[in-house]
């Protein structure tokens, strides 16, 4: 791999319609490297990340995967730098697990879409990774929204790209697997390099296992750098609107206001 | 080989094999049987024992013969085509708009195509002319188009399944209405053919129309089965099925119009057939216990020509000698159908 980077923004500007939302987004996400993008409810996480993925129309700027423009990789060749997690509930209909996950395999089997058995290796590798191998013949649909959320991972992983995109990985997830849902993506990262852009609304969880921190808010980004420089006080309170010492980005602790007497 | 046994196991697939197989069997043992039962029976009945010298050329001055070969056969084989071109279009448009209950003539497309060759029967034979098989296809073809695209132009503003399924309606009894009106102007004695057609049957299709037919459903129905792994990414959305690498544009314009051209060559020779493309599509999945288009394009292609045969013997042969429109029949056995999965996905959203 030749390039630095294997996702660059350089002054994205996202939005809907052709319509600036938020300007000058730099985003550089290195091999083996997870970013994370923080910010309110509504700021525009999702908007960068679909922009990104090409999922939305981009305003201005550019993107580059593995340092070659977006506008000149093919759907085929996008899909193997980049692969994703959506947010959105997915519908579907007498599909096992193992056919959800399957479906990674897509840019890698002839035009049939008939898996070999290294494919099928694959697909089995990536759900031990994301412990839901045991649900493989079980019917999507009867999973519980935490189960799904780890076979949509389960099936980004097994496209085997260079990048992996995940929008609210934790949505429907418990505590429990919430750790084990980043401790994965930890695991991927170090063992196969892959470089990942998440957006998640945990604070703790995601000054734990980024490398690299992104704040969203209003029409731009607010700061950006190492997860020690954005959980303080100073940033924290201002990116969310904060009253100075009811929240401690470090532990975690909330204050509330005391109830009237 | 050990490997793969294992590798089968671990998948579960030796039981959806075994499964498939099964369905596929089932459906070329239908097929055959309907096959016979629509040569054999009818107004004439022709004994089963005959029935093997007569399809292989021997005893070529018998009446069953005649019947066999001018009437039964290019009739069964029009069925059996037309009926899987049905189920294609209907299983092409539930993936397009991701609703289970989309269907060629309940969104109107089938109408539509009614409309255009109504239209252009009655300038071409009123001027004296003779309609061909490439000149029906065509006009049937155009008016599918005009239909999908207002489909399409009302599924982009409104959001919601079933409003769609309500424009589509409406589209059609637009359509079938103004149809209606043009039959009723022509009272040209050639366009009382006109009438039986366009409530739909497969009568009075002879060995001229078979050829073309036959050409642009199997050509069609093979481009359909080449877009099974596509379909079969697109089932998991439109964001996923691009982050895998399908030209959405493209597709869907392939899905476009592949469906519409289907629904046009079934309207053309059989005029328009209602449910099959609904209920077929959806029986078939049900059977094979899995939605993966590569075994359900093929499954609905027999499936389709088998319901057809079926409920074409039915509409020609209950009420001999009157004939009962192949619609009326589709409708009786199909809209249960459609009903059952609408109280399913209702069960499934009270969960």
């Not at chain 1, 294997?6 to 490297?33: F, H, M, P, R, S």
């Not at chain 1, 260079?162 to 429990?176: K, Q």
């Not at chain 2, 050509?219 to 099925?241: C, D, H, I, R, T």
């Not at chain 2, 939605?291 to 013997?313: E, H, N, R, T, W």
């Amino acid at each position: 791999m030749s390039a630095e980077f294997v996702l660059e923004t350089k002054d994205l500007t996202v939005g809907y319609d052709g319509t600036a939302l938020i300007n000058g987004v730099n985003i550089e996400v290195k091999a083996g490297k997870i970013v994370t993008l923080i910010g309110p409810n509504g700021a525009g996480k999702s908007t960068i990340l679909k922009t990104i993925a090409g999922h939305l129309e981009k305003v201005g700027g550019a993107v580059y995967l593995s340092g070659r423009p977006f506008e000149k990789l093919t759907a085929h060749d996008v899909s193997l730098e980049l692969s994703v997690m959506l947010t959105e509930r997915l519908r579907t209909e007498l599909l096992t697990c193992a056919d959800v996950v399957e479906t990674g395999r897509y840019p890698y089997t002839g035009r049939l879409g008939i898996l070999s058995d290294d494919d099928r290796e694959k697909v089995r590798e990536a759900m031990e990774m994301v412990h839901v191998w045991d649900l493989r013949a079980r019917d999507f649909m009867q999973l519980s929204d935490g189960q799904r959320q780890r076979i949509m991972l389960a099936r980004a992983i097994c496209q085997e790209p260079r990048t992996i995109m995940l929008d609210e990985p934790t949505n429907y997830l418990d505590i429990h697997y919430q750790i084990e849902l980043l401790n994965v993506l930890r695991h991927l990262v170090s063992t196969r390099g892959v470089g990942v852009i998440m957006s998640l609304h945990e604070l703790p969880l995601a000054r734990k296992v980024s490398d690299h921190i992104i704040c969203v808010k209003g029409d731009s980004i607010v700061a950006q750098g190492p997860p020690e420089e954005i959980f303080t006080p100073a940033v924290i309170d201002e990116l969310y609107d904060l009253e100075p010492g009811t929240f401690d980005p470090v532990s975690g602790n909330i204050e509330l206001d005391p109830l009237p007497s | 080989m050990q490997r793969q046994d294992q590798i089968d196991d671990d998948f579960g697939q030796g039981v959806r094999r075994a499964r498939v197989t099964g369905v596929f069997i089932g459906l070329a043992v239908l097929l055959v049987v309907f096959a016979v039962a629509n040569l054999c029976i009818g107004s004439l009945t022709v004994p089963l024992q005959d029935l093997g010298a007569i399809l292989t050329g021997h005893d070529t001055e018998s009446t069953y013969y005649q019947v066999i070969w001018n009437i039964r056969l290019p009739r069964l084989i029009a069925a059996g085509l037309l009926g899987g071109a049905l189920a294609l279009a209907g299983f092409l448009l539930q993936t397009f708009f991701n609703n289970p209950i989309a269907g060629p003539y309940i969104l109107g497309i089938s109408s539509g195509a009614k409309l255009v060759v109504a239209l252009m029967m009655i300038v071409v034979v009123g001027n004296a002319g003779v309609m061909t098989s490439g000149m029906l296809i065509l006009a049937a073809f155009v008016g599918s188009m005009i239909a999908m695209i207002f489909v399409l132009l009302v599924s982009r503003r409104i959001n919601s399944m079933s409003m769609l399924i309500v424009a589509g309606v409406m589209i059609g009894y637009i359509c079938s209405a103004a149809t209606d009106f043009l039959i009723t102007f022509a009272s040209d004695a050639n366009i009382v053919n006109l009438k039986n057609w366009s409530l739909g049957s497969f009568s009075g299709i002879n060995w001229s129309d078979i050829g073309l037919m036959t050409v642009v459903v199997l050509a069609s129905s093979g481009a359909v089965f080449l877009l099974s792994k596509p379909m079969g990414a697109f089932q998991l959305g439109e964001q996923y099925a691009r982050s895998m690498g399908v030209n959405i544009r493209l597709f869907r314009i392939a899905l476009i119009l592949l469906s519409s051209l289907l629904a046009a060559c079934v309207t053309a020779f059989a005029g328009p057939i209602s449910f099959v493309g609904i209920a077929v599509p959806h029986l078939v999945k049900r059977f094979l216990a899995t939605s993966k288009p590569l075994v359900v394009v093929p499954a609905a292609f027999l499936g389709g020509g088998i319901f057809c045969l079926f409920c074409d013997l039915i509409a020609r042969s209950v009420f001999a000698p009157t004939e009962v429109s192949i619609s009326a029949v589709t409708a009786i056995f199909g809209a249960p159908v459609v009903i059952a999965i609408l109280l399913h996905r209702q069960k499934r959203v009270e969960q």
